[in-house]
Structures are given as structure tokens and as C-alpha cells.
């Protein structure tokens, strides 16, 4: 059996082998008999070239990252590229009728971004965390909208939680089995300045533990929601501290002192965490979450109930929808984007409404 996308011949497939820890490549040589099998024959394996001009492929990233707070440093500006097709997904069909898969290794971040900026092709398939994604993102969402292939995540890395919003199974092999017979559907992404995200913008203590994350990974090799509630309690205890916030909703002016603040357009981040419950990934706003000061035990507190989604009735909690926002700090602070860190005082946020086409059950 294999995928039909009506008038699209080849499939470019994104795989970060750093993911999960390092394990993604490992898993690749698991699941690549199930995905021949869902998506039909890998044609060929070769140099990122012969993916130009519609030939597709598998698409490695060597460059040693993983999953949401899985990269590092913010991805710089994709250059425009030659016209890629999307089109209606119908379901599996014969083999005859089977896109051309080659495989392609990256050299860096900056190759897997000017791949997604440049690929002639219809479909984007990155097995990976959410680091991954975020990057071949910035190369798609550069290109003019027609010319934008349609993207999706086979999850594999640490964090997942653009998949979570797509609504893909987080087992690597049920997610082959259900987008192979999946459909297309159009999603909203974002642009915070000048870089694109996908599912997560935040400000405050949410930065400070997706760089603990960082570190912790490395040390103790953990993953996905228990990483981050360990790299949270350590940001809690150790840096607790509140900063001065213009927030400005669709031309509504707020002034408040933060702990947090979170830009959503999927529910979770830190691999489950449900920051915005009611956010959907389509509805062309984003969900916005931000905390007043708490003493450490009722920050603590509130972190519990964020993990259940059951925070948004707590006093310090404040929510609200918006499509364009600015914040202005009064000092430069972290932030995170997808899990990768910015630092800035001046944060211009623009929803980018029906922005991708998405492969999902």
C-alpha cells in the first residue's frame, strides 16, 4: 500500500537521529519497514541536491538536537524557493501510483532550514521532536503560500507536543500506521518578530525552564513531561521573580507584573503541559496564559494544575484570545519559541491564519 496526494510525486521525510535523546536514528531503522509500508517504496538515497526540482527525500539532522525545548539558538530568516505543490489528500492506493521518498542527510540546522525554504515537493515528513519541525518550518513558512508543501511529525524526540496539538499519536509506529490513511488539514502558525513558530511562544520562568531542560537532558537523560516538571520545581525554587509587562491584545492595553506568559496556538508545551486547554490549532487566534506574583508554594501549586489543564480558574491565572499582540518589558528577558530561546524587551506577535496544511489521522 501506499499514500496518494493527488498530483504530488515525491515526499521529503525529515529525520533528526538526535531526538529522544539520541535514540530517533535508532527508532528510523525500526519503523522504516512500516513506512515503506504506509507510504509506499524509498526510491533512493543521496546528496540534499538531488532532492531539488521535485525528486524529494529523507532529510537527516545531524546537527545533535532534539525535541520542544529540544534546539538551540533562534533560527535565522529562510530565502524564498521554487514553487512546491499541495494537494487534496484521498488515502492509500497501489504502488504504481507511489510519490517518489529518497533519503537526504542535512549538514546543520541552517541545511534542514533552507531545504524546507527551497524542497519541490508536496509533503514534509519530519520524524523528529519538536526542535526538528520548528526549524524545517522556518524554511516553508518563508516561502509564498501556494508554494508551501504540506508538513507533518512522525514523533520521535522528547517533547512532542506539535504532534499532540495535530493530534498525532505519540507512538511513532501507530503514528505511520494512522497518517498513512490521514487527510489534510489546514493550521494557523505565528511569527514573534522574525522568527516563525508552530506551536509555542513564552516569556519568564517558562524560559528559564526550557533552558534547564536543556541541561538536564544532557545530565540525566530524561524526556518529554517529566523533564520539564524537573526542570520546572528547579526554576521555581531557584528564580522565582516577576517582570513588568505592557500587553497589548488586539490594540487592549494590560499592565501587569508576570511570573509567566504563554502564547499558544496548541493546548500543551514541556511535553504535555496543558498551558491553554481550550486552544485549537485552526481557530486563526492565539491563547494567551499569564501569572501574577505567588509566594514558591502557590507557584508550585499552580504548576500541578497546569499539568491538568485545571489552572485557569486560580487567582493568579489571567487568559485571554488574541491574533496580534505586543509585549514590552521593561529589561531585556528570556523567552522561548518552540522551544528555542530568544531574548529580546520588544516582542511583536502575528497570528498567521490557514498558514500550512497539515498530514493528520
Known amino acids: 500500500m501506499s499514500i496518494d496526494i493527488e498530483g504530488v510525486n515525491s515526499i521529503v521525510v525529515l529525520i533528526n537521529p538526535a531526538a529522544g535523546n ?3 536514528h535508532k527508532s528510523w531503522g525500526h519503523l522504516r519497514a512500516h513506512f515503506e509500508e504506509c507510504f509506499g517504496a524509498i526510491t533512493g538515497e543521496g546528496a540534499a541536491s538531488e532532492a531539488q526540482g521535485g525528486h524529494g527525500g529523507v532529510l537527516i539532522d545531524t546537527s545533535g538536537r532534539s525535541s520542544a525545548g ?25 504502488a504504481a501510483a507511489a510519490p517518489r521518498i529518497n533519503v537526504i542527510e542535512t549538514q546543520s540546522r541552517q541545511h534542514a532550514i533552507e531545504l524546507g525554504a527551497t524542497l519541490d515537493c508536496g509533503l514534509i515528513i519530519s ?21 508551501r508543501p504540506a508538513l507533518t511529525v512522525i514523533p520521535v524526540g522528547s517533547g512532542n507536543d506539535y504532534a499532540k496539538a495535530l493530534g498525532i499519536p505519540q507512538d511513532p509506529y501507530h503514528a505511520i500506521t494512522v497518517l498513512g490513511q490521514g487527510h489534510l488539514r489546514t493550521v494557523d502558525a505565528g511569527r514573534c518578530n522574525s522568527n516563525f513558530f508552530l506551536n509555542t511562544l ?13 541541561e538536564l537532558r544532557k545530565s540525566t537523560g530524561s524526556s518529554g513531561f517529566y523533564l520539564y516538571a524537573h526542570a520546572a520545581i528547579i526554576s521555581i525554587m531557584r528564580e522565582l521573580h516577576t517582570h513588568h509587562l505592557r500587553l497589548e491584545l488586539d490594540g487592549q ?21 496543558r498551558i491553554a486547554p481550550q486552544a485549537d490549532i485552526s481557530d486563526g487566534r492565539f491563547d494567551v496564559c499569564y501569572a501574577l506574583d505567588a509566594s514558591i508554594p502557590k507557584a508550585l501549586y499552580a504548576l500541578t494544575r497546569i499539568a491538568r489543564g485545571t489552572h485557569e480558574n486560580l487567582d493568579i491565572v489571567r487568559t485571554a484570545t488574541a491574533a496580534n499582540i505586543t509585549l514590552d518589558f521593561k529589561h531585556e528577558v528570556p523567552a522561548q519559541c518552540d522551544g528555542e530561546p530568544l531574548s529580546a524587551s520588544h516582542f511583536e506577535v ?8 497539515a498530514l493528520v489521522p
Open 127 to 147: 520524524v523528529s521532536g519538536d526542535g526538528a519541525v520548528h526549524d524545517i518550518a522556518q524554511g516553508v513558512l518563508a516561502r509564498p503560500r501556494a508554494e
Open 22 to 24: 539520541g535514540k530517533a
Open 202 to 214: 513564552s516569556f519568564g520562568i517558562d524560559a528559564a525552564i526550557a533552558a534547564k531542560t536543556h
Open 350 to 357: 502575528e497570528m498567521l491564519p490557514q498558514a500550512l496544511e
Open 70 to 94: 529540544d534546539g538551540e539558538g533562534a533560527a535565522p530568516e529562510a530565502q524564498g524557493g521554487p514553487p512546491a505543490t499541495t494537494m487534496p489528500f484521498t488515502g492509500n492506493v497501489s
Open 253 to 273: 492595553v494590560r499592565e501587569e507584573d508576570v511570573l509567566i506568559c504563554a502564547v499558544q496556538n496548541g493546548p500543551t508545551y514541556g511535553g504535555g503541559f
